[in-house]
């Protein structure tokens, strides 16, 4: 053999990497060069892309389903990703109390977040039945007047509120993350901490929250991404009604797509997606830097 | 002092977690329980978690107090029509009596001392007009009986199945997403293995480069590039077919390679260099050393991809055309578009379809959790 050994490594390296260099080439390189080219073009499907500039990005500033979808997603993001890091957390605390049967409790918070989606869209369908609901029943059981039960999915002004509980239920992964975190939180950072006189609540925001901030930045921004993306739900039960009180940003991209046949206009409304979770990932990144305890 | 607040906090604790574990386990009670009853319980003004059904013992009294009421009505039929208000139904019941009809003259009536399950057809006064079922079928044995002698015994409805999977075809589906699931899993665990191990054990130029290439590409939302890799797999012609949701487990899952990647770089080296001084090639290596001693790693990638494809939507709805090819997922979505009125059969669908993932799960729940904190520790 006349090669070189770190011309042999190269090519079994490269010959071990090939599967991820194709697919990237495949999947990622070429869909980007290709989704920002449509981006600037009239796309419908039958007809081959014809370059139109910045056509498609100004149509979106026209465009009011563009601000109803990012209201919408807006509203989705601000109150279901706190709510959800906090119950997670909540959730995690109590189980790190150390208490019996915490594998029993974790296996019935973390279940409901495994459950196939769809089935739990069928379910949550009829949970939040307004008639015959399992939660309306429970409603009205505690005498909550006919007047003041929510109609869920069927009220534009519950609709959202319905879908953030439905995602509650899914509160789990977090929590086994969480967890996780907390069990790695050395046992004599609280101990001294007590002996110099700190209460539960200082002890939590001085010791807890620092020693866990990594996590609780990762949850945040796979929140926000995993908000930005969020489809499938919203396609499956409420189609983005009722009056487009749930069309969030990417059904609304899905529809444009795959209703319409509007390749160009989905694609540019991809790119903004993606420059907005750049944004909030880099505003989250710069502010977390001053916030965020690494400990190495 | 300390020892109390401890023992203080634990009940506390504890009570807070019951609460909350009942209210997370209430929807998956509900929804097994909801599979089992029948139509008249569902839409009962009571909720009920133990699935139960109306029956009635027939005694000779019974049977009497009928031949009274059943006079009645006839001499005054005008009353009959107030109120009526058939039951819900379901399906095969509501086409074999032709919707909300209600046969009433010359009903055969049960023999005395039988123990017969019921179904409300209509009230009047005190009295419930009741069709008898003989199995899961509804006879044509109609009587009116004192409400009182209707009592809800338990009863298990498994009929919500039967009907459910006459419409909805659940071993093709299961068959369909099976397929998908163990060829992604296979694609994945060897293709990422194979890529971590490039990425990891060998010494190359340009590694880092690729690295961080794949890891940026993380954060590239699958919207950006959906229509054009839709469009590459139309002009392969393999949209309607598997194959866009099988062939690109083969070429890695950036998150996955991650993830395998840090845990052989936790392996020793030396293990490898000694195979290597043996004589051993780089792929017998990977195959023989590196594979193996990353099993639980690994276990946790074929975990999560299985799950991941048995419950995914996005990809069979984008890319399945024929219904004969359909996924559990697909199938369905489109089930409760038909049938999302009757509950007891959407939800022993939906029981069928989290069941499986359930079960998995509590076999493999340290896998699970593990895995779970694994794509956390990135954080």
């Given at each position: ?6 011309q ?9 990497c ?18 920002f ?14 370059f139109?500039?910045l ?11 563009i601000?109803?979808a990012?209201?919408?997603t807006f509203?989705?993001?601000?109150l279901?990703?706190p ?31 495994v ?9 949550w ?6 008639q ?17 039960i929510p109609?869920w999915?069927?009220?534009?002004d519950w ?8 995602g509650?239920w899914g509160?789990?992964g977090?929590?086994v ?5 907390l069990?790695?939180v050395?046992?004599e ?9 700190a209460g ?7 010791i807890?929250i620092?020693m ?5 930045l990762?949850?945040?921004v796979m929140?926000?991404?995993g ?13 983005g009604g ?8 990417s059904?609304y ?26 944004i ?7 502010v977390?830097n ?7 | ?5 401890a023992t203080r ?11 909350l ?5 209430l929807?998956?009670?509900?929804l097994i329980?909801?599979s089992?009853?029948?139509d008249?319980?569902?839409f009962a003004?009571?909720t009920?978690?133990v699935p139960?059904a109306?029956?009635?013992v ?11 009421v059943?006079a ?5 039929p005008?009353?009959?029509?107030a109120?009526?208000?058939p039951a ?12 909300g009809?209600?046969?009433?003259e ?10 017969v399950?019921?179904?409300p ?12 079922y ?7 044995e ?5 409400e ?17 999977l006459?419409?909805f075809?659940f ?10 699931c163990?060829?992604t ?5 060897m ?5 971590a ?6 010494k190359?130029?340009?590694?880092e480069?690729?690295?961080w290439l ?7 939302p ?14 392969l012609g393999?949209i309607?077919?598997i ?10 899952n950036a998150f ?12 020793p ?11 051993c ?18 276990a946790?990638?074929g ?7 048995w ?20 199938g ?6 038909q ?7 959407m ?6 379809m989290v069941?499986?993932?359930?079960i ?8 699970f959790i593990?895995?779970v ?7």
């Amino acid at each position: 053999m006349s090669l070189k050994p770190s011309q042999r490594s190269m090519i079994v390296g490269l010959a071990f990497c090939s599967p991820l260099i194709v697919g990237l080439a495949v999947f990622t390189v070429y869909p980007v060069a290709a989704s920002f080219y449509f981006s600037l073009c009239d796309y419908p499907i039958f007809d081959p892309p014809q370059f139109i500039g910045l056509a498609n990005y100004r149509e979106m500033f026209e465009d009011p389903r563009i601000y109803i979808a990012l209201y919408n997603t807006f509203i989705y993001a601000i109150l279901g990703i706190p709510v959800g890091m906090v119950c997670g957390l909540g959730l995690a605390m109590l189980l790190n109390v150390k208490v019996k049967g915490m594998a029993v409790y974790r296996t019935v918070f973390f279940l409901p977040s495994v459950v196939p989606m769809i089935a739990s869209c069928v379910l949550w369908l009829q949970v939040l039945n307004p008639q015959n609901g399992l939660l309306n029943r429970l409603l009205r059981s505690v005498g909550i007047p006919e007047s003041q039960i929510p109609g869920w999915f069927l009220d534009p002004d519950w609709s959202k509120i319905a879908l953030i509980i439905m995602g509650l239920w899914g509160c789990g992964g977090g929590m086994v993350m969480y967890l996780a975190a907390l069990q790695d939180v050395p046992v004599e950072l609280y101990e001294s901490a007590e002996i110099d006189g700190a209460g539960p609540l200082r002890r939590f925001r001085h010791i807890t929250i620092p020693m866990i901030s990594p996590i609780l930045l990762f949850t945040l921004v796979m929140g926000m991404i995993g908000t930005l993306q969020y489809f499938a739900q919203a396609y499956v039960m409420t189609g983005g009604g009722p009056l487009d009180s749930t069309l969030f940003y990417s059904l609304y991209l899905f529809n444009v797509a795959f209703s319409e046949y509007k390749l160009g206009y989905s694609s540019a409304m991809a790119w903004v997606m993606f420059i907005v979770i750049l944004i909030c990932t880099f505003i989250v990144m710069r502010v977390s830097n001053k916030v965020v305890y690494y400990r190495q | 002092m300390a020892r109390r607040m401890a023992t203080r906090w634990h009940i506390i604790a504890h009570i807070i977690l019951v609460g909350l574990g009942i209210l997370f386990a209430l929807p998956f009670t509900w929804l097994i329980s909801t599979s089992l009853k029948v139509d008249s319980k569902i839409f009962a003004e009571n909720t009920e978690l133990v699935p139960r059904a109306p029956f009635v013992v027939v005694t000779d009294e019974v049977l009497s107090e009928h031949a009274r009421v059943a006079a009645q009505t006839a001499a005054s039929p005008g009353t009959v029509g107030a109120g009526l208000k058939p039951a819900p139904t379901d399906r095969e019941q509501a086409e074999a009596l032709g919707t909300g009809q209600i046969r009433e003259e010359a009903a055969p009536l049960p023999s005395p001392g039988e123990t017969v399950r019921v179904r409300p057809l209509k009230q009047q006064g005190d009295y419930t007009l009741v069709q008898v079922y003989r199995g899961v079928r509804v006879s044509k044995e109609q009587f009116w009986v004192k409400e009182g002698a209707i009592q809800d015994k338990f009863f298990l409805n498994w009929h919500n199945y039967s009907e459910a999977l006459k419409d909805f075809d659940f071993t093709l589906y299961l068959k369909n997403t099976l397929r998908i699931c163990v060829l992604t899993v296979f694609g994945t665990v060897m293709s990422c293995s194979l890529v971590a191990y490039g990425l990891a054990c060998v010494k190359w130029k340009g590694r880092e480069l690729l690295f961080w290439l794949m890891l940026s590409t993380m954060m590239l939302p699958g919207q950006v590039t959906m229509i054009p890799v839709f469009l590459t797999f139309k002009k392969l012609g393999w949209i309607g077919s598997i194959l866009p949701l099988v062939v690109p487990s083969f070429l890695g899952n950036a998150f996955f390679i991650f993830l395998l990647r840090q845990f052989y770089r936790t392996i020793p080296t030396e293990l490898a260099e000694a195979a290597r001084i043996d004589g051993c090639s780089e792929l017998g290596i990977w195959w023989r050393i590196m594979f193996p001693l990353s099993k639980p790693a690994l276990a946790v990638v074929g975990l999560f991809t299985f799950i991941g494809t048995w419950n995914d939507f996005l990809g069979p709805l984008i890319y399945l055309i024929d219904d004969r090819q359909y996924t559990l997922s697909i199938g369905l979505a489109m089930f409760q578009g038909q049938y999302g009125g009757f509950w007891g059969q959407m939800m022993a669908v939906s029981t069928m379809m989290v069941l499986p993932i359930v079960i998995l799960f509590f076999f493999t729940q340290k896998t699970f959790i593990q895995g779970v904190k694994l794509s956390g520790i990135k954080g």
